[in-house]
């Protein structure tokens, strides 16, 4: 199980979860929730983010489709930065802080492995 960012019911919520037979089973408020996701997209963040602030990592091995900076330019916390496909889902990954672009490792059409550093920002 880990923990994951949701959009429900017009709320961002951080709840527990666990992907099972192509469903994301999550509990929240007293309920335990079943999403199918075997299609569609998602907003997603990098678990590693809280451990090294401004550093986006790819989620998952995917490929980038979008990328929506470049290297100096300034970006606010929660700016999209990086749009990737996995697993027939697209991870919109966020920043984490406001700050400025210090790297810009991929590009659109790369094919990305697990925890590789896709975006670096820092505090401007």
Same mark, same amino acid.
């Given at each position: 199980?880990?923990?994951?960012?949701?959009?429900?019911? =017009? /709320?961002?919520?951080? #709840? &527990?979860?666990?992907?099972? !037979? =192509?469903?994301?089973?999550? !509990?929240?408020?007293?309920? $335990?929730?079943?999403?199918? @996701?075997?299609?569609?997209?998602?907003?997603?963040?990098?678990? /590693? +983010?809280?451990?090294? &602030?401004?550093?986006?990592?790819?989620?998952? &091995?995917? /490929?980038?489709?979008?990328?929506?900076?470049?290297?100096?330019?300034? #970006?606010?916390?929660?700016?999209?930065?990086? #749009?990737?496909?996995?697993?027939?889902?697209?991870? $919109?990954?966020? +920043?984490?802080?406001?700050?400025?672009?210090?790297? *810009?490792?991929?590009?659109? =059409?790369?094919?990305?492995?697990?925890?590789? @550093?896709? #975006?670096?920002? *820092?505090? +401007?």
């Amino acid at each position: 199980m880990r923990w994951i960012d949701i959009e429900w019911q =017009g /709320k961002r919520l951080r #709840v &527990p979860a666990l992907k099972h !037979h =192509g469903r994301l089973w999550f !509990h929240w408020q007293g309920f $335990t929730h079943a999403v199918d @996701v075997s299609g569609g997209s998602k907003r997603v963040g990098s678990e /590693k +983010a809280k451990a090294n &602030p401004g550093v986006i990592t790819a989620p998952m &091995p995917g /490929k980038v489709t979008r990328v929506s900076v470049k290297k100096d330019e300034p #970006v606010n916390k929660g700016q999209a930065l990086v #749009v990737m496909e996995a697993m027939k889902m697209e991870y $919109t990954l966020e +920043a984490d802080r406001d700050g400025k672009v210090s790297e *810009v490792n991929v590009q659109p =059409g790369m094919q990305v492995g697990l925890g590789e @550093v896709l #975006v670096r920002v *820092v505090e +401007a």
